[in-house]
């Protein structure tokens, strides 16, 4: 028999007066049959309606809004797979010039006409391929003497981002923290120097600690290990991950040593898609000279019409975000990253500030360095207090925001705090 209530839909019928707004959105199983892709779209988009706004969002990093431009010509390209140079040659001399722009950013002393760097999926894949490579090089140096390559280690604060903990497990290089304190905010180098090694392949500064969004003074680190190279005669190198900092750092401090100015930076990786102020996602790692990228990093094939060298742990990727960022690159030029990195210094100053007056709370720092900050409760307040910074991330998330509570990493991780990132949008 016929269901009565079944509705034939025919091109008049309104989205939510089809059939197809009946049935529950597939879970396990492929739907049978095609719909319409007015259907398709509504009921893809009414699954994430509920989540917060992308640029309500004040935990993430990632960029949320660009102009209508980039979005476009983002948009043109989002049907090409950058790898396949042969076929699209333009997008990989792009690429080339947005690896030239990053390191001349960062006082890259190579004189080549084509910097060495790499594109990467975001800042955590850029740091992979900073890692491998130090880890190469020591590799090669020490097979070179006839010694044992078997125990290799790095040495970051334990502020470190999650890669970095993907990365020690993935290639079994042993990770030595040097553990923050209220006092110690950012890395030691006299503590993280004594952590060091002959197995020691670098040492990780980071340029905006996720945690805390503080530096960690390279230019201190760097001197303390010329010394101590000197004395024992290593050369143990430094990468800087400046996932935050580096597009921060050379438009709002550019005297600041902290790049390839210095001595033992031999690397450093960035995220496009957070404060390069390109949709995700997108990332660089640059190389002080060719000669710190190892050989064995490189991969050709010949398959796609030409030899292709690539360096990157992953071969199909987007090339919009290509597009994305050398786009902005044009369109604000030095001066308007300046710009618009200065205005969310401000905004993020002020709020610093006022959440500072504050009586629940004290900041974990008395100032700002990139576009984030951290607050906690006040301990004697906590004490009494029928609420917890967990509640009021709940309690803003009713009004649409996220501004995240969480713990400190180890050694001070009875601190709860919460984190708002300021970013363009």
Same mark, same amino acid.
């Given at each position: 028999?016929?269901?009565?209530?079944?509705?034939?839909?025919?091109?008049?019928?309104?989205?939510?007066?089809?059939?197809?707004? #009946?049935?529950?959105?597939?879970?396990?199983?492929?739907?049978?049959?095609?719909?319409?892709?007015?259907?398709?779209?509504? =009921?893809?988009?009414?699954?994430?309606?509920?989540?917060?706004?992308?640029?309500?969002?004040?935990?993430?990093?990632?960029?949320?809004?660009?102009?209508?431009?980039?979005?476009?010509?983002?948009?043109?390209?989002?049907?090409?797979?950058?790898?396949?140079?042969?076929?699209?040659?333009?997008?990989?001399? =792009?690429?080339?010039?947005?690896?030239?722009?990053?390191?001349?950013?960062?006082?890259?002393?190579?004189?080549?006409?084509?910097?060495?760097?790499? #594109?990467?999926?975001?800042?955590?894949?850029?740091? =992979?391929?900073?890692?491998?490579?130090?880890?190469?090089?020591?590799? %090669?140096?020490? &097979?070179?003497?006839?010694?044992?390559?078997?125990? *290799?280690?790095?040495?970051?604060?334990?502020?470190?981002?999650?890669?970095?903990?993907?990365?020690?497990?993935?290639?079994?290089?042993? =990770?030595?923290?040097?553990?923050?304190?209220?006092?110690?905010?950012?890395?030691?180098?006299?503590?993280?120097?004594?952590?060091?090694?002959?197995?020691?392949?670098?040492?990780?500064?980071?340029?905006?600690?996720?945690?805390?969004?503080?530096?960690?003074?390279?230019?201190?680190?760097?001197?303390? #290990?010329?010394?101590?190279?000197?004395?024992?005669?290593?050369?143990?190198?430094?990468?800087?991950?400046?996932?935050?900092?580096?597009?921060?750092?050379?438009?709002?401090?550019?005297?600041?040593?902290?790049?390839?100015?210095?001595?033992?930076? #031999?690397?450093?990786?960035?995220?496009?898609?957070?404060?390069?102020?390109?949709?995700?996602?997108?990332?660089?790692?640059?190389?002080?000279? +060719? +000669?710190?990228?190892?050989?064995?990093?490189?991969?050709?094939?010949?398959?796609?019409?030409?030899?292709?060298? &690539?360096?990157?742990?992953?071969?199909?990727?987007?090339?919009?975000?290509?597009?994305?960022?050398?786009?902005?690159?044009?369109?604000?030029?030095?001066?308007?990253? %300046?710009?618009?990195?200065?205005?969310?210094?401000?905004?993020?100053?002020?709020?610093?500030?006022?959440?500072?007056?504050?009586?629940?709370?004290?900041?974990?720092?008395?100032?700002?360095?990139?576009?984030?900050?951290?607050?906690?409760?006040? *301990?004697?307040?906590?004490?009494?207090? +029928?609420?917890?910074?967990?509640?009021? &991330?709940?309690?803003?998330?009713?009004?649409?925001?996220?501004?995240?509570?969480?713990?400190?990493?180890?050694?001070?991780?009875?601190?709860?705090?919460?984190?708002?990132?300021?970013?363009?949008?």
């Amino acid at each position: 028999m016929k269901d009565l209530n079944f509705r034939e839909g025919d091109a008049k019928t309104s989205i939510f007066g089809s059939n197809e707004m #009946l049935k529950p959105s597939p879970v396990d199983r492929i739907p049978d049959a095609p719909t319409t892709p007015e259907i398709a779209y509504q =009921m893809v988009k009414d699954e994430t309606f509920a989540q917060t706004q992308p640029r309500l969002n004040l935990a993430t990093f990632v960029t949320t809004y660009m102009d209508d431009y980039a979005t476009k010509l983002m948009n043109e390209a989002i049907n090409i797979n950058y790898i396949d140079e042969t076929e699209y040659p333009r997008i990989a001399v =792009m690429n080339a010039k947005c690896i030239n722009i990053m390191a001349n950013l960062w006082n890259s002393p190579e004189e080549e006409k084509w910097k060495s760097g790499a #594109l990467a999926i975001g800042s955590s894949e850029a740091c =992979m391929l900073g890692g491998v490579a130090a880890w190469l090089r020591w590799r %090669k140096k020490r &097979q070179a003497e006839g010694k044992p390559t078997d125990k *290799p280690n790095f040495v970051i604060s334990s502020g470190f981002q999650v890669v970095w903990e993907k990365f020690a497990q993935l290639w079994q290089i042993e =990770m030595r923290e040097v553990p923050l304190t209220l006092e110690k905010t950012t890395l030691d180098p006299v503590e993280a120097l004594k952590m060091c090694d002959e197995n020691t392949i670098c040492i990780v500064p980071i340029e905006g600690v996720t945690w805390t969004g503080l530096n960690d003074d390279v230019e201190a680190l760097d001197k303390a #290990l010329d010394e101590f190279n000197k004395k024992t005669g290593y050369d143990i190198p430094i990468h800087v991950d400046a996932a935050s900092g580096g597009f921060i750092l050379p438009f709002l401090d550019p005297h600041k040593k902290w790049d390839f100015r210095l001595k033992w930076v #031999l690397s450093i990786s960035t995220s496009g898609h957070k404060f390069g102020l390109v949709y995700p996602g997108l990332g660089w790692v640059v190389w002080k000279d +060719k +000669k710190y990228l190892p050989d064995e990093m490189s991969f050709s094939v010949n398959y796609l019409g030409a030899n292709i060298t &690539q360096v990157g742990l992953n071969f199909s990727r987007p090339a919009a975000q290509i597009l994305g960022q050398y786009y902005q690159f044009i369109r604000l030029g030095f001066q308007g990253y %300046k710009a618009v990195q200065y205005n969310s210094m401000q905004i993020t100053q002020y709020l610093h500030d006022e959440i500072g007056k504050m009586a629940p709370f004290v900041n974990y720092s008395d100032h700002v360095e990139n576009p984030l900050f951290i607050w906690y409760m006040k *301990p004697d307040y906590a004490k009494t207090a +029928k609420w917890t910074l967990y509640d009021l &991330q709940d309690k803003l998330k009713q009004g649409g925001w996220m501004v995240p509570a969480y713990t400190l990493p180890e050694n001070i991780q009875n601190y709860v705090v919460m984190r708002i990132v300021v970013r363009q949008g």
